[in-house]
Structure formats: structure tokens, C-alpha cells
């Protein structure tokens, strides 16, 4: 069975570029988790979604973070215009709603903006 | 407010030998859980153990085993016989249950390097 699939797994652009981050979590989890991860913030949640509906976005930075949940095997972490200081680790992350004991990361996308 | 300590920036091990990475937590919830995640130099990361807070045992899987102290908050992490394998960063996490979160929140790591 496929695990958490994150794509793509390097990205690399220019400070002021859109750069869209995508997920597919494991088939029947209907929670969705964005985490952030830095030297200087350790693992932050950013967002994390239930049968699809955002349920906390507290963790989103600012405006130009914006996520997606259109469907039970799709979500996406937009950020636009991307800045330098939003070079970080994006990881997805899914469970089934409630029982986040059972909690699988994807890879993670590292994401580096010059 | 919740917040998971790990105050072991570093730590060695030689192979084989038992090792004890610590993790306090603080919550107002009287229900929560308590995570170990393990992220090697990859990046991936992949849970290890889990402790309910009602857990009256601790928890056990495989060389890994939860030493759970629920009066001191803390939820250390033991992994017994290392292996090179084990080298790593760890991650202690809690989850609760105040206001029917799934969020965890995440200490700062602790990273292991077992030597031969």
C-alpha cells in the first residue's frame, strides 16, 4: 500500500515566484496535516484538514500561504509571492480522523528559495 | 499552553549499549498522547511509539520502549541493543485533547549517533 505521496521532493525558485506544493495522503485517511520544519522553528503545523475542510490553519504564517483540500486524495500548500525566509521542509501528513497514534509523513518537499 | 522539552541537543551511543533520550511535557489536558518520531539523515519521518495518557503500562515496541512518568511530565524515549541504524534525529510529540485537536506539537529533537 502507498504511503504519503509528496511531489516535487526538491524546489528551487526565486524569491517572488508562486510555488505550489501537492500531496496525495494514503487512501481511506480523511486527515490531512501540513507541517513545516526549520533549524530555527523545529516541526510547526500549519494546517491540517477533516474530510476535507480546514480545521486549524492557525499555523499559517501569513496571506501568501494559502491550502487545498478539493478532494479526498488531493491537497495542495500554495505560497505566493515565496520569500527566502520560507526555505523550510513542507511535510504532508495523514490519519484517520482521530486517530493520530497512527500519524504517516510523507517525504517532504524541500523547498529553497534564492 | 502546551510545550514538549527535549533539552538533549546531542547524544552518543556505542553500539549495542542501551540509551535514554529524554522528553518533558507540559499540558493542562487530562487526556493526551505522547509521540517518538525518528528522522534519519533521508528526512523521512517515521513514527516509533505511543503513549495514551490513561495508558496504565508503558508502552513497548520492539527495542523501543516509552518510560512514561505522568506525575514528573515526562515520556523519555529508552531504544535498547543500538545499532548503527539507529542514528538519527528523534522527535518527541503530544497531542491533545482540550479542544478536540488532532494537532501535534513537537519538541526541537535530539540527535542520536551510535558508534561502533
Known amino acids: 500500500d502507498a504511503g504519503v505521496i509528496q511531489s516535487p521532493r526538491h524546489e528551487v525558485t526565486e524569491m517572488g515566484q508562486e510555488v505550489t506544493l501537492r500531496c496525495k495522503p494514503i487512501?481511506?485517511?480523511?486527515?490531512l496535516f501540513w507541517y513545516r520544519q526549520t533549524m530555527m522553528r523545529g516541526l510547526e503545523l500549519l494546517i491540517y484538514f477533516n474530510n476535507n475542510v480546514p480545521i486549524d490553519d492557525s499555523g499559517m504564517p501569513e496571506d501568501r500561504f494559502s491550502a487545498k483540500m478539493p478532494n479526498a486524495s488531493f491537497s495542495t500548500l500554495k505560497i505566493q509571492p515565496s520569500e527566502p525566509r520560507d526555505s523550510a521542509v513542507y511535510f504532508c501528513a495523514s490519519s484517520l480522523q482521530g486517530r493520530v497514534e497512527k500519524l504517516f509523513f510523507g517525504s517532504g518537499t524541500q523547498l529553497s528559495v534564492l | 499552553a502546551q510545550k514538549i522539552t527535549q533539552t538533549q541537543p546531542g547524544m552518543f551511543v556505542q553500539e549495542k549499549e542501551a540509551v535514554t533520550l529524554d522528553c518533558t511535557y507540559d499540558?493542562?489536558?487530562?487526556?493526551?498522547?505522547l509521540f517518538w518520531y525518528k528522522q534519519p539523515s533521508s528526512g523521512e519521518m517515521i513514527f516509533l511509539i505511543y503513549?495514551?495518557?490513561?495508558?496504565?503500562q508503558n508502552a513497548t515496541e520492539g527495542r523501543y520502549s516509552l518510560n512514561f512518568q505522568k506525575a514528573r511530565k515526562s515520556a523519555n524515549l529508552v531504544i535498547s541493543a543500538s545499532q548503527l541504524g539507529d542514528s538519527a534525529m528523534y522527535f518527541c510529540?503530544?497531542?491533545?485533547?482540550?479542544?478536540?485537536?488532532?494537532?501535534?506539537?513537537f519538541g526541537t529533537g535530539t540527535r542520536l549517533q551510535v558508534f561502533p
Open positions: 510529540a503530544m497531542r491533545g485533547r482540550l479542544y478536540n485537536t488532532d494537532k501535534l506539537i
Open positions: 503513549q495514551g495518557s490513561y495508558d496504565e
Open positions: 487512501s481511506g485517511h480523511n486527515s
Open positions: 499540558t493542562s489536558d487530562q487526556s493526551y498522547g
